[in-house]
Each structure stands twice: as C-alpha cells, then as structure tokens.
C-alpha cells in the first residue's frame, strides 16, 4: 500500500456489537473520499485495548480481506494507552483519532480539512459539540450538564479556550503526533487534556471543528472515573505549572 494520506485509529474495548459496523462504514466513505481527490491513500488502525470479548476477531476478519484495514492486539491499559499506541503505530500524513462507537456521522470527516476538503486549517482540530455550527441529538440532559461541567473544571484546571476537549473526533498532523504522542502520560478519560496543553505550550494551531453528534446508549463513562478524570485534570495543570509540558516544540516556519 502507498504512503497513507490519512491514518484512522480507533481505541476499543469491548466493542463487538458496533465494531464491524463503524469498520464497514469508514471503509466505504474512505473509499469514496480517496477516489475523489488524488494521492489519498488511507489506512484504518483499530487498537483492541485487551478486549475480552470478540472485538479483535472481528477486526482480524475484515483486515484479512482488506488491507487498508489493521488490527493491534494490546492488552488492557486504559482509553489514553491505547490511543497512544495507534498513533505510534500510524504512518499518515494526517492521523484521525475515531470513536468506536462512531457518534459522529462518518461524512462529518470532510469538515476537517476545511471548506473545500483541502488542507485542514489546523495542526490539531476537535471536533466540538459546542462549536457554532454543532448539533446534538438525543442527548439527554443530565448528560450534557455532566459534560458542562467537566469543560467548566478544565477551564478552571488545566486549559481555557476550548469548549469540548473530550469530544472522540481528533485529527492530528504527523508532526503535531509525532512530537506530542511519546509525551502523553495518562492513560484514562483525561488523556485529551494533557494532549491539548501540550500542543498550546508547543504553539501548534488548536481548533475545534462542528460536527453533528448523536447521543448512544452504553458509554462507558461512570461517577467514579468522572471523578478520576477530573484529578487527572487536576494533575495536568500541576504538571503545567511545573513546566513539565513545555519539552515538545513545532517546527520552525511549520
């Protein structure tokens, strides 16, 4: 396979029962994407993070008929790990950080490479549900307040200027994971923190993209990580005022 113009990772755990629907999907889009404009290779990543169910069987099936797809088989070490994992492992030119359970319509990918799917604007874009521009769907209430509320606890923690930092829709540049990926520490829910301080101290552009999102039965989110998602917060902006985030550094004239 050519050099991939973009590389998707997906972190899964657990995920049999939406797995190889998200898989078909991307593949079937990135197919039609690459089609339209030349040199977009592509390739597919999904990191199985020690799943206990079939999630990586699945995987290995499609990838064995497919080889824009691939499967890293890890074992169980948290959302951040497996992330950094798929991002070490991938080759792209631009590398798309993906949900599994795929909340965002699969042709909202387009929009972060800009209004005429060119260039994306940004070194890292976040696909936001609070961006002007963003819908939601089916979000209960309660649930978007608990979200709120944990944007309020960043802002006053670790970093101010982003409206949705845990939204699973990121794109990367290479350099921009290259340099920032070896650095990230936490391997639970506030792993995008960390990754977002990192890249402001760095001066690479941060931008939040709007997407439409649906709300899904089954995360995987409860009070007691919420709770040890907001200390990792807390950890981070320590860290932050330590000064232990300012080794990475952009490209000069990048």
């Known amino acids: 396979m050519t050099h991939p113009y973009l590389s998707v990772v997906i972190p899964a755990y657990n995920e049999e029962a939406r797995i190889a629907s998200t898989v078909k999907a991307l593949v079937e889009y990135l197919a039609i994407w690459s089609a339209e404009v030349k040199d977009r290779a592509w390739e597919l990543i999904v990191v199985s993070d020690g799943s206990t169910d079939s999630t990586a069987k699945i995987v290995s099936e499609i990838a064995n008929s497919d080889n824009h797809v691939r499967l890293i088989d890890t074992l169980h070490g948290g959302k951040g790990a497996a992330v950094r994992r798929g991002m070490d492992e991938a080759t792209g030119d631009w590398r798309f950080l993906c949900d599994a359970d795929l909340s965002m319509p699969v042709d909202n990918l387009g929009r972060f490479f800009g209004d005429n799917g060119g260039h994306p604007p940004f070194d890292v874009a976040i696909g936001s549900r609070e961006a002007p521009g963003s819908r939601r769907f089916n979000e209960p209430r309660s649930r978007h307040i608990k979200g709120r509320l944990f944007n309020f606890a960043v802002k006053v923690l670790a970093i101010r200027g982003i409206e949705d930092t845990q939204c699973g829709f990121k794109l990367f540049s290479s350099e921009s994971a290259q340099k920032l990926f070896p650095h990230q520490s936490l391997d ?15 001066n690479f552009t941060v931008g939040e993209v709007p997407i439409d999102w649906y709300y899904g039965e089954g995360s995987k989110m409860t009070l007691s990580k919420g709770v040890i998602a907001v200390l990792d917060v807390a950890r981070v902006g320590v860290n932050n005022l330590m000064r232990k985030y300012r080794v990475v550094k952009k490209k000069q004239g990048a």
């Open 188 to 202: 639970g829910w506030a792993f995008d923190v960390e990754l977002l301080v990192m890249a402001k101290n760095a």
